[in-house]
């Protein structure tokens, strides 16, 4: 076990230094990175001292090595709009992201695993059908959409939640629910397949063969079978959740992450932007390690390779 | 020796998602078993031996339905039973080993877990008491340390392993019938020979009725009373296993007698069978097996044999036959 | 199954294919409107998109109180008609979405070919920055390149290019390993193809059913990606009437009720994902049984 742990550390951290590696390159070689550097409006002069200050006249190997260094020193930069560290700006709208993604990983399991179950039990019946046209709209329908409709009914029609902002329990439930109604349907159709697969297997027909009530073949055999595969997606799905939430969070001016990198966008804040992707990319690199070893706690096959 | 399983006329078709396609899996199967007897059934897969099994137990994938027949276990109709009754005879009084041992144990749950649910389900025993069970059946199956191995997993395990274990469950509620679907084709030749004893020993030790699926007939040689051939989803021949390896009345079963090759026998050609077993949504008509029977007549292609007698206790689906008679 | 793969399909396979049940005619009717809607813009629109009449602002579609037959599905906060920009819309959802599609399917499959191909280093350094890229959110990883360089219509291709050709080029690559190994490949090398050669004729044909799956399902991704980018004001620039940015102008209206300018737009672009993600569902499962996983 250890070894596997060690050698999923070794990809991760290959996929860190490929990732520093294509944010750096994509900055340096589509167009002058000291324009993006530099705030808006700025001098030649404010231009010629981002050059020097960053050594954009060095080879590009040295500049790679001052990058990587100033990341690694946890240096991300100013904000050209609040005037702080970009680091310490992600880290204070992070909370309102992970609470934000939390609600609506509740919402998402809490609708896609009994309607998996339920459709993949019976196969090809009513339910299932339903669960299909259910995980079509859910994949079809942009989340910020959702959310739009969702203000307009329930703050503009109804009055009963507010449309925006954050502070009390009633404003995450719409912004909740937008995030979380896409990844509704993908926790669907994984609990439906995986569901499918487990039943359809020797062990379950094991179970069956024993005389198990159905209900103990279903909730205990299969279902614990049929978790693996949603829950490793659901843990990596609560790290996106944080990082493709931006639309959501502009549509209700929800304070994390998201709409943070929506505002680097619109005040031209390039080094938001910049650290915003890369702690973005870092944090699925990292859940992905973690649920890997998780992985190997929770399935015994795993747990005893040595 | 009293009758304890009576099939009758037993069919069970598989539909295709718009019914359009209706395959005859099993096709008017009948037979019947003594208590502690053996009847092997042999077939080339596809012939409709597993479904067979299943349909006994009533656990078809969703596409089969029975369509005819009875089964009557211990004088009762298992067909007419409601579903929760049924449950309770599952496990309890009839049990099956899965072609697949390596497949057949939950990845995610202890041995003694395992070994111990139908104990617990069937005969409400505690926890404890259970794993008390489970470990003496585990030593039953001649497990090495089953004290240590109840905590392990079946990943764990080697295949003859798990295998054994498969077979401690079956018999962990004492049935009075254990179904055996070909549980020996996946383990080394070594490990079939032991696992072969294991299952004659636990027969004899609790008088078991068995049924044994396979296709390796030196297997039903070795192991049953009876035997019983199908085709294509029928019983083409049945009787006591002298009187079929000595003179089969059907040229299928003589054809799958010669296709075993035989020891200190260097002149006598291995036979196999021309021709491929037929399509079961599409069978020919007739009798199913008239393409590729070396003795077939003009009366094969027009109409399906019935079951006829042969001599004591033995049966044919064949027109042949019915000349010796 | 496996033997008529190999084969590669025959064209009669193939329109066996489509003429079997189950065939989606509503989404593939509804993909065909949306493009003669797209190409014929310009001549079935009442008014100009891009321009309004201060005067004419938030009329409501005609069936409501206040609403006129001159705007029939209303106006906006600038008075423009929402019919030609939704029509116009479509225009710009199709290019760009199909543009897109086939870019990154272009580069994907070919990367794809290469890498699962000539193996070695190749494979490994196209496989690294694929799985990178993938481990990138693909909305913020298209938000930040469209922060470097700009919004424009040929930027977003290019964008969304850039960002979802790593999806093909996973699948391609699995597909072409498995290619490698079947008889007829290893005949043609022994009958000395260039590697080149053997490329194009022998594996590229074998991989385009995946290929054309993918892209189909790839639509939808894209088109909603298209619509997010410019809601958020990194996509088509403004005027340009792209449903993405229809809505983000009709969050504007949405508090004093003007239903019609968010519901609208959305619908379009529903209309459009779904019908391109049952036509590639069904495409999936008649062309290429083993991306059903996918």
């Given at each position: 076990m250890r070894r596997?742990?060690?050698?999923?550390l070794?990809?991760?951290?290959?996929?860190?230094?490929?990732?520093s590696?294509?944010?750096?390159?994509?900055?340096?070689v589509?167009g002058?990175p000291?324009v993006l550097?530099?705030?808006?409006?700025?001098?030649?002069?404010?231009?010629?001292?981002?050059?020097?200050?960053?050594?954009?006249?060095?080879?590009l190997?040295?500049?790679?090595?001052?990058?990587?260094a100033?990341?690694?020193?946890?240096?991300?930069?100013?904000?050209f709009y609040?005037?702080?560290?970009v680091?310490?700006?992600?880290?204070s709208?992070?909370?309102?992201?992970?609470?934000?993604?939390?609600?609506?990983?509740?919402?998402?399991?809490v609708?896609?695993?009994?309607?998996?179950?339920?459709?993949?039990?019976?196969?090809?019946g009513?339910?299932?059908s339903?669960?299909?046209?259910?995980a079509?709209?859910?994949?079809?329908?942009?989340?910020?959409w959702?959310?739009?409709l969702?203000?307009?009914?329930f703050?503009?029609?109804?009055?009963?939640?507010?449309?925006?902002?954050?502070?009390?329990?009633?404003?995450?439930?719409?912004?909740?629910?937008?995030?979380?109604?896409?990844?509704a349907?993908?926790?669907?159709?994984?609990?439906?397949?995986?569901m499918?697969?487990?039943?359809?297997?020797?062990y379950?027909?094991?179970?069956?063969?024993?005389g198990?009530?159905?209900a103990?073949?279903?909730?205990?055999?299969?279902?614990?079978?049929?978790l693996?595969?949603?829950?490793?997606?659901?843990?990596?799905?609560?790290v996106?959740?944080?990082?493709?939430a931006v639309?959501v969070?502009?549509?209700?001016?929800?304070p994390?992450?998201?709409?943070?990198?929506?505002?680097g966008?619109?005040?031209?804040?390039f080094p938001?932007?910049?650290?915003?992707?890369?702690?973005?990319?870092a944090?699925?690199?990292?859940?992905n390690?973690?649920?890997?070893v998780?992985?190997?706690?929770?399935d015994p096959?795993?747990?005893?390779?040595? | 020796?009293s009758?304890?399983?009576d099939?009758r006329?037993?069919s069970t078709?598989?539909?295709?998602?718009?019914?359009?396609?209706?395959?005859?899996?099993?096709?008017?199967?009948?037979?019947?078993?003594?208590e502690?007897?053996?009847?092997?059934?042999?077939g080339?897969?596809?012939?409709g031996k597993?479904?067979?099994?299943?349909?006994?137990?009533?656990?078809?994938?969703?596409?089969?339905?029975?369509?005819?027949?009875?089964v009557?276990?211990?004088?009762?109709?298992?067909?007419?039973?409601?579903?929760?009754?049924m449950?309770?005879?599952?496990?309890?009084?009839?049990?099956?080993?899965?072609?697949?041992?390596?497949?057949?144990?939950?990845p995610?749950?202890t041995?003694?877990?395992?070994?111990a649910?139908?104990?617990?389900?069937?005969?409400?025993?505690?926890?404890r008491?259970?794993?008390?069970?489970?470990?003496?059946l585990?030593?039953?199956?001649?497990?090495?340390?089953?004290?240590?191995?109840?905590?392990?997993y079946?990943?764990?395990m080697?295949?003859g392993?798990?295998?054994?274990?498969?077979?401690?469950?079956a018999?962990?509620?004492?049935?009075?019938?254990?179904?055996?679907?070909?549980?020996?084709?996946?383990?080394?030749?070594?490990?079939?020979?032991?696992?072969?004893?294991?299952?004659?020993?636990?027969?004899?030790?609790?008088?078991?009725a068995?049924?044994f699926?396979?296709?390796?007939?030196?297997?039903?040689?070795k192991?049953?009373?009876?035997?019983a051939?199908?085709?294509?989803?029928?019983?083409?021949?049945?009787?006591?296993?002298?009187k079929i390896?000595?003179?089969?009345a059907?040229?299928?079963?003589?054809?799958l007698?010669?296709?075993?090759?035989?020891?200190g026998?260097g002149r006598?050609?291995?036979?196999?069978?021309?021709?491929?077993?037929?399509d079961?949504?599409?069978?020919?008509?007739g009798?199913?097996?008239?393409?590729?029977?070396p003795?077939?007549?003009?009366?094969?292609?027009?109409?399906?044999p019935?079951?006829?007698?042969?001599?004591?206790?033995q049966?044919?689906?064949?027109w042949?036959?019915?000349?010796r008679? | 199954?496996?033997?008529?793969?190999a084969?590669?399909?025959t064209?009669?396979w193939?329109?066996?294919a489509f003429?079997?049940?189950?065939?989606?005619?509503?989404?593939?009717?509804i993909l065909?409107?949306?493009?003669?809607?797209?190409?014929?813009?310009n001549?079935?629109?009442?008014?100009?998109?891009?321009?309004?009449s201060?005067?004419?602002?938030?009329?409501?579609?005609?069936?409501?109180?206040?609403?006129?037959?001159?705007h029939?599905?209303?106006?906006?906060?600038?008075?423009?008609?929402?019919?030609?920009?939704?029509?116009?819309?479509?225009r710009?959802s199709?290019?760009v979405?199909?543009?897109?599609?086939?870019?990154?399917?272009?580069?994907?499959?070919?990367?794809?070919?290469?890498?699962g191909y000539?193996?070695?280093w190749?494979?490994?350094l196209i496989?690294?920055?694929?799985d990178?890229?993938?481990?990138l959110?693909?909305?913020?990883?298209?938000i930040?390149?469209?922060a470097?360089?700009?919004?424009?219509?040929?930027?977003?291709?290019?964008?969304?290019?850039?960002?979802?050709?790593?999806?093909?080029?996973?699948?391609?690559?699995?597909?072409?390993?498995?290619?490698?190994?079947?008889?007829?490949?290893?005949l043609?090398?022994?009958?000395?193809?260039?590697?080149?050669?053997?490329?194009?004729?022998h594996?590229?044909?074998?991989?385009?059913?995946?290929?054309?799956?993918?892209?189909t399902?790839?639509?939808?991704?894209?088109i909603?990606?298209?619509?997010?980018?410019?809601?958020?004001?990194?996509?088509?620039?403004?005027?340009?009437?792209?449903?993405?940015?229809?809505?983000?102008?009709?969050?504007?209206?949405?508090?004093?009720?003007y239903?019609?300018?968010?519901?609208?737009p959305g619908?379009?672009?529903?209309?459009?994902v779904?019908?391109?993600?049952?036509?590639?569902?069904?495409?999936?499962?008649?062309?290429d049984?083993q991306?059903?996983?996918?």
């Amino acid at each position: 076990m250890r070894r596997f742990i060690l050698r999923r550390l070794g990809f991760a951290v290959v996929s860190l230094f490929l990732l520093s590696v294509t944010i750096f390159f994509f900055v340096r070689v589509t167009g002058d990175p000291a324009v993006l550097l530099v705030e808006p409006g700025a001098s030649q002069a404010d231009l010629d001292a981002i050059r020097q200050q960053f050594g954009l006249d060095q080879p590009l190997p040295v500049q790679y090595g001052s990058f990587i260094a100033h990341l690694a020193r946890g240096d991300f930069g100013q904000s050209f709009y609040y005037r702080t560290d970009v680091l310490e700006l992600y880290l204070s709208r992070l909370p309102a992201s992970l609470l934000l993604a939390t609600v609506a990983m509740v919402f998402s399991l809490v609708i896609g695993l009994p309607t998996g179950i339920v459709a993949a039990v019976r196969v090809n019946g009513w339910w299932d059908s339903a669960g299909k046209i259910f995980a079509l709209l859910g994949l079809s329908m942009p989340s910020f959409w959702v959310g739009l409709l969702m203000i307009l009914f329930f703050s503009v029609y109804l009055g009963w939640l507010p449309s925006s902002g954050s502070g009390t329990l009633l404003h995450v439930l719409m912004p909740a629910f937008a995030l979380g109604w896409y990844f509704a349907a993908a926790h669907m159709r994984l609990t439906r397949s995986s569901m499918l697969e487990v039943l359809g297997s020797e062990y379950v027909k094991l179970a069956r063969l024993k005389g198990l009530p159905e209900a103990l073949v279903i909730g205990k055999h299969a279902f614990k079978n049929a978790l693996i595969p949603v829950l490793t997606l659901a843990g990596i799905n609560l790290v996106l959740m944080v990082n493709v939430a931006v639309v959501v969070e502009t549509v209700f001016a929800w304070p994390g992450v998201g709409r943070l990198l929506y505002e680097g966008i619109a005040f031209r804040d390039f080094p938001v932007v910049q650290a915003t992707v890369l702690l973005g990319g870092a944090m699925i690199v990292t859940v992905n390690l973690i649920v890997d070893v998780l992985y190997a706690v929770i399935d015994p096959r795993i747990r005893y390779e040595r | 020796m009293s009758l304890l399983l009576d099939v009758r006329g037993l069919s069970t078709h598989y539909v295709s998602a718009r019914g359009t396609r209706v395959t005859r899996a099993v096709d008017q199967v009948s037979f019947a078993l003594e208590e502690g007897e053996t009847l092997g059934i042999v077939g080339e897969s596809g012939s409709g031996k597993t479904t067979l099994a299943l349909s006994l137990l009533r656990l078809l994938p969703p596409a089969a339905r029975i369509v005819a027949g009875e089964v009557r276990f211990e004088g009762d109709d298992l067909l007419r039973k409601p579903a929760a009754e049924m449950r309770r005879i599952r496990g309890k009084r009839i049990a099956m080993i899965l072609q697949d041992p390596m497949a057949s144990l939950n990845p995610l749950f202890t041995i003694g877990d395992q070994v111990a649910e139908p104990i617990r389900i069937h005969e409400g025993a505690g926890r404890r008491g259970a794993w008390v069970r489970a470990r003496e059946l585990l030593r039953a199956v001649r497990i090495s340390a089953p004290e240590l191995r109840v905590r392990e997993y079946p990943h764990q395990m080697s295949g003859g392993m798990r295998q054994r274990i498969v077979g401690a469950i079956a018999i962990s509620c004492e049935p009075r019938l254990l179904i055996a679907d070909e549980p020996t084709t996946s383990l080394d030749v070594t490990i079939q020979a032991q696992y072969l004893n294991l299952l004659r020993d636990l027969q004899r030790a609790h008088h078991l009725a068995m049924i044994f699926i396979t296709h390796n007939l030196g297997i039903v040689a070795k192991m049953c009373d009876r035997v019983a051939v199908m085709y294509a989803g029928r019983m083409v021949e049945g009787g006591p296993i002298r009187k079929i390896f000595n003179a089969p009345a059907h040229p299928y079963t003589k054809a799958l007698l010669e296709s075993i090759p035989r020891l200190g026998d260097g002149r006598a050609r291995l036979t196999a069978i021309d021709g491929q077993p037929p399509d079961p949504a599409n069978p020919p008509a007739g009798c199913a097996f008239h393409p590729r029977c070396p003795r077939v007549m003009d009366h094969c292609r027009q109409e399906a044999p019935p079951e006829l007698v042969v001599g004591e206790s033995q049966t044919a689906r064949c027109w042949l036959a019915a000349d010796r008679r | 199954m496996n033997g008529s793969r190999a084969a590669g399909l025959t064209l009669a396979w193939r329109f066996a294919a489509f003429r079997s049940e189950g065939f989606p005619l509503l989404p593939t009717l509804i993909l065909l409107t949306l493009a003669l809607v797209a190409i014929f813009a310009n001549v079935i629109t009442p008014y100009n998109p891009e321009i309004g009449s201060l005067g004419d602002r938030f009329h409501p579609p005609v069936w409501q109180a206040g609403g006129s037959a001159e705007h029939l599905l209303g106006t906006d906060h600038l008075g423009r008609d929402v019919l030609s920009r939704l029509i116009f819309g479509a225009r710009v959802s199709m290019v760009v979405g199909f543009t897109a599609v086939i870019v990154a399917g272009l580069l994907g499959t070919g990367l794809g070919i290469v890498s699962g191909y000539l193996g070695g280093w190749v494979d490994q350094l196209i496989m690294r920055i694929t799985d990178t890229w993938l481990a990138l959110p693909a909305l913020t990883f298209a938000i930040f390149l469209a922060a470097i360089v700009g919004p424009s219509e040929m930027n977003i291709v290019i964008i969304l290019a850039a960002v979802y050709w790593t999806r093909y080029a996973r699948v391609i690559r699995g597909e072409v390993l498995s290619l490698k190994e079947r008889d007829f490949v290893r005949l043609a090398i022994v009958a000395g193809c260039s590697k080149r050669t053997i490329m194009r004729r022998h594996i590229l044909p074998n991989v385009l059913n995946s290929a054309i799956v993918l892209a189909t399902l790839m639509l939808g991704v894209v088109i909603v990606t298209e619509a997010s980018l410019s809601f958020l004001g990194v996509g088509v620039p403004p005027p340009k009437p792209a449903w993405g940015l229809m809505l983000a102008d009709g969050k504007k209206g949405l508090m004093a009720g003007y239903w019609w300018l968010t519901v609208l737009p959305g619908c379009c672009i529903v209309l459009m994902v779904l019908a391109a993600n049952l036509l590639g569902d069904w495409l999936r499962v008649k062309l290429d049984p083993q991306l059903r996983q996918l």
